[in-house]
């Protein structure tokens, strides 16, 4: 199986048709950039056969402390009330 999958990708990657190969390479550089890596053959493959993973940076993804924000506010208002008569 692993074989047919490495046939598949070395067919596409080099089709001797430059739009089909141009589209299937596009899609992978699409798929690598998602995931913050860089576009290689190697990489495609790896994205290709399900081996290549990577751990999204942290810093793009951090969420801002929300105990500090709320540390100094004291009690929630509850809007503006009548007076009970």
């Not at 993973?53 to 402390?65: F, H, N, T, W």
Request: no cysteine; charged share 45%; glycine share 4%.
């Amino acid at each position: 199986m692993a074989d047919e999958k490495d046939l598949q990708f070395n067919r596409m990657w080099n089709d001797e048709s430059k739009p089909k190969r141009e589209k299937f390479r596009n899609r992978m550089k699409a798929k690598l950039d998602i995931l913050h890596i860089e576009f290689t053959e190697e990489n495609a493959r790896a994205y290709f056969h399900g081996r290549l993973r990577s751990r999204r940076p942290e810093s793009l993804y951090a969420r801002p402390e929300r105990e500090s924000q709320f540390r100094h506010r004291g009690r929630p208002s509850r809007g503006r009330r009548r007076p009970k008569s």
